[in-house]
């Protein structure tokens, strides 16, 4: 997963995933104007295997972190980024199971799927149980993501997952104190903040008592 190369920084051109606009807009009597993205909705969800009591996560390498821990003077467009100044393994991610809403299917369905792909469990839509939905980089882009929570048994899980053919994910399960101490750790989180929501969540309503 680590093993990243031959890393260029580009201009964008053309993407399916994101829209760029500048909007125009007076506040105050004041002309301002603010750099946006159109990104997909997304749904995460919060995968507990009651069986052995772990917490069912993914990880992946994520090219915007791994661009967030490289200095701006080192992010020359259609210069080769030095990998071994700036380690690739800097943009793995630990996150909840995840993924965008680009299919004609109700948010549960595309959730049931994700878990499939990214994780290997089978599981019936019933099992999702809703959450909530809030924005996603208010900043920049504030889609709306879906969080729900599922439980799951050894005997739902058909496959190693991993997501699909263009995807590298491995599939990390914690215990309930080795999760603790990742969120509460003073060292930058490499996850992200719907993570962590997802996890207190967990923490507060879900987690058994120990």
Known sequence: MNKVTNVVMKSLDKSIYLKPYTMHFTQNGQKKTWDLLG????????????????????????????????????RK??????????????????????????????????????????????????AMQLIGSYRSGVGTSASIQTAYYCEVTDDMRVSKGGGTEDELIEVVEMTLDEVKKYVTQTAIVNSPPSFLFGIYWFLLHKSPKT
């Open 77 to 126: 467009i259609d210069s080769l980024i030095d990998t071994t100044k700036y380690p690739p393994e800097n943009g793995i991610t630990i996150e909840l199971c995840a993924g965008i809403v680009d299919k004609n299917l109700t948010l549960p369905e595309i959730a049931k799927e994700e878990v499939l792909e990214e994780c290997g469990y089978d599981v019936p839509v019933s």
């Open 39 to 74: 990104i997909h909705d997304s749904v995460a969800v919060i995968l507990f295997n009651v069986s052995r009591n772990v917490l069912v996560l993914v990880k992946q390498f994520r090219p915007a972190v791994y661009l967030g821990t490289i200095d701006l003077n080192d």
